[in-house]
């Protein structure tokens, strides 16, 4: 008699290990409830603008429905481009350093693929996005946490991450402003990073998906100082700026050898990304800037609100000057941020995502979205002040 099989041998080993994302845990669960307030999902609210939707139906009325080059169309390469000069003040090559990608996680996945051998670290800090560790073991790398602190507005600091640095070290991943803590970097801060980054040899990989959503200050990308542009591979897309999260569109730009490797293994994958979503991203790179000014705005106002709120309710929030993510402390409460988090569905019917969903750093905290009307975040905030109380009375 044959033996009986049995799939789950069959699972790669540095796959088996990787635990199920703490977000997409936590909402199987909110799904099952009614009458829920989400403060959880990372989407923008914000129906994508009009014109650019209109670009996307215009490319399937005139038949735009092939296959495009594997490194993307040219002019919306040509566009990213000139939009990065202007904006961020790097110049990259369109026909030779700029892939266009399946959104920015593919991309991301990409650049790891492309330069990491088993065994190489990667520095990225924490809190941070919820794939950035598992991409890395994916890539069969060895992911490298460096703490970032409430104290210092959850900016990463040049010395602890000379600390982390070993002869294994590859790369530093940096993501600005960050997603979950809305944490930003300064020039002078990420000046000394580069002077840390060049003395080891790193290469950084740089997500700025959020840099649209700068509330204070300048943006400053690490690609666009003294001699990084060489060492860097740059991250953005359209998800968040332009409100264009179903469209799957994101980029890279970087050397174009590295840029050429990591069009090798795009092209045995995912071939090209759709040119219906290129069509649309090339409308919103060229006339889109009023609308992301628009919604910027109005995130600004809702995250004043709601910062305010979770510090009446003696929650410890700092001031995000990014994104759309506010990071309240809970720890006053006496609750883990998955009890907290579960307790507030459960009694209150407010989702949030439990801070430790993004790695060590964020236990006590709790990650709220603000990417959702002024009027729902008014109500959620007075139930979670209510919580609050409650479980502050029983001690």
Known sequence: MPNSFQPQRCIASHIAGLPRSGIREFFDIVQS???????????????????????????????????????????????????????????????????IAVGVSEALDLALRAILNPGDEVLYHEPCYVSYSPSVVMAHGVAV????????????????????????????????????????????????IAEVVQRHNLLVITDEIYSELTFEGEHVSIASLPGMIERTIFLHGFSKAYAMTGFRIGYACGPAELIEAMMTIHQYSMLCASIISQEAALEAIQRGTPDTVEMREQYKLRRNFIVKAFNEMGLTCHLPRGSFYAFPCIRSTGLSSKDFAFRLLQEEKVACVPGGAFGASGEGYLRCCFATSLEQIQVATERMARFVERVKQKG
């Open 33 to 99: 409830q009614k009458e829920v307030i989400s403060l959880g999902v990372g989407e923008p609210d914000f129906v994508t603008p009009w014109h650019i939707r209109e670009a996307a139906i215009y490319a399937l009325e005139r038949g735009q429905t092939g296959y495009t080059s594997n490194l993307g169309l040219l002019k919306l390469r040509e566009a990213i481009a000139a939009h990065l000069e202007k904006h961020f003040h790097v110049g990259y090559n369109p026909k030779t350093q700029i892939l």
């Open 145 to 192: 946490p460096v703490a970032c602190k409430a104290e210092n507005n959850f900016s990463v600091t040049a010395e602890a991450i000379e600390k982390a640095v070993t002869p294994r070290t590859k790369a530093l991943m940096l993501n600005f402003p960050t997603n979950p803590t809305g944490g930003t970097m300064t020039r002078a801060e990420l000046l000394k």
